[in-house]
């Protein structure tokens, strides 16, 4: 059973609101500023150089640590500069238009932000797979996505925009917040984390979006993430997955430091323009070269490379001989990912017994190559789904929306 939650509305809880319709005037958020930017917010409603450092340690500890969503809830911080600070700026989520659970224990969150300039509010999914000893978020980059990758359904949609820092950051705090992994806003200070540990203990960039065609927001959003003083979370488990835009895979390594994951899906360079066309731009021998100059690169931290299974187009034993020719002098990993049909695509998954041959191939080679579980499929939280079927039935709606206006508005035509 699917467990759906309407989260249209405005909560009424003031310690977590998840539904805050912000003015048509955007209000900058501090949430997703760098201690850099943070310390020039503060500046900007009259904190004195002698206080920056102290006021804009005490401010990331709230966001971060505790957690907070409210100014208010900043409990040692003067309510002079808490008035202030909420003149200029906010900390509010965004809208949770609608929560998911799946009967894995899978959860999806719909969430609305504001417009930016003169666009229209967006909607973005984030999904949470809790397994045992840990809980992996997988967080989106984009609003749509610049990529046609053919075996991929939220490749259907085209890019709207690149999320911000704080929109791709936020994504955790909500996380975070419904799940229970931030204290209580009136408990004491120096309750960082709840009494049975985290929930979300990994977090993977392997939502909507290519986020390296976005990166300097992701690189402020994921070294937040990874600050020790703050969301702490080591950079071993944090990973970053593209589909190949080569010239920033060695900055994702020398800035960010996180773990590396390559969106392969093909061996040759003819059948991957296909399935995965930024090859065109970017071929396999340079994408290669990059993974093995990736800074950090070792046996201990080892390159994923996700390689989704397609029946009768990438599925063959001699596939798998190719896989590891090419990934032959890399520290690497491979995920084998069964294909989640979707309406309209042209492929198929392979059989069981045959992804299962694959991956013993791969196995004896050298490699490891575990079978991905596929994980709330009843909610298209699979990998391959989010948002478009959300952005199918909401366009249904509205097509239903419109035609009822334009009955009734025939209907008082006539009365008239």
Not at 165 to 175: D, F, N, W
Not at 212 to 241: C, H, M, Q
Not at 282 to 300: F, H, I, Q, T
């Amino acid at each position: 059973m699917v467990v759906t939650l309407d989260m249209s509305h405005p909560a009424t809880n003031p310690a977590t609101p998840l539904a805050i319709n912000r003015p048509a005037a955007e209000i900058p958020s501090l949430v997703g500023m760098d201690r850099q930017d943070l310390a020039e917010a503060l500046k900007s409603v009259g904190v004195t150089d002698k206080q920056i450092k102290m006021r804009t340690q005490q401010i990331w500890h709230w966001l971060y640590v505790r957690g907070v969503s409210n100014i208010d809830h900043m409990l040692n911080v003067s309510k002079a500069l808490r008035v202030s600070l909420k003149e200029k700026f906010t900390i509010a989520r965004p809208e949770i238009v609608e929560e998911q659970i799946s009967v894995d224990g899978t959860r999806k969150w719909l969430m609305r932000f504001p417009s930016r300039g003169a666009g229209k509010p967006v909607e973005i999914e984030t999904v949470y797979i809790p397994e045992e000893g840990r809980g992996t978020l997988c967080v989106s980059s984009q609003v749509g996505c610049l990529l046609t990758c053919t075996f991929c359904h939220t490749g259907t949609q085209t890019l709207v925009r690149n999320l911000t820092s704080e929109e791709v950051l936020v994504q955790l705090l909500v996380a975070r917040d419904k799940l229970g992994d931030f204290p209580a806003h009136d408990t004491p200070q120096g309750a960082i984390q709840p009494n049975s540990g985290r929930f979300v203990t990994n977090v993977v960039m392997m939502g909507m979006g290519e986020p390296l065609y976005n990166f300097e927001e992701v690189k402020k959003a994921l070294l937040i993430v990874a600050d020790p003083e703050g969301l702490s979370l080591s950079k071993r488990r944090i990973t970053l997955s593209t589909s190949g835009h080569v010239p920033n895979i060695a900055r994702t390594g020398e800035e960010i430091g996180v773990a590396l994951a390559i969106s392969l899906h093909a061996t040759n360079d003819e059948l991957r323009d296909v399935l995965v066309p930024i090859n065109k731009k970017w071929p396999l021998k340079e994408l290669l070269d990059a993974c093995r100059n990736y800074p950090g690169v070792s046996n201990s931290r080892r390159i994923t490379f996700e390689y989704v299974m397609l029946k009768d187009i990438n599925d063959s034993l001699q596939d798998a001989r190719d896989l590891v020719k090419l990934l032959k002098g890399i520290p690497a990993k491979v995920n084998l990912i069964p294909f989640n049909p979707w309406p309209g695509t042209q492929y198929e998954c392979s059989e069981w017994e045959q992804i299962e041959k694959f991956a013993d191939f791969i196995n004896a080679a050298g490699y490891a190559s575990p079978i991905r579980t596929p994980r709330g499929h009843d909610i298209l939280a699979a990998c391959g789904q989010l948002k478009s079927e959300s952005e199918r039935l909401r366009k249904i709606d509205r097509e239903v929306l419109e035609r009822q206006n334009r009955q009734e508005s025939i209907a008082g035509d006539r009365d008239q």
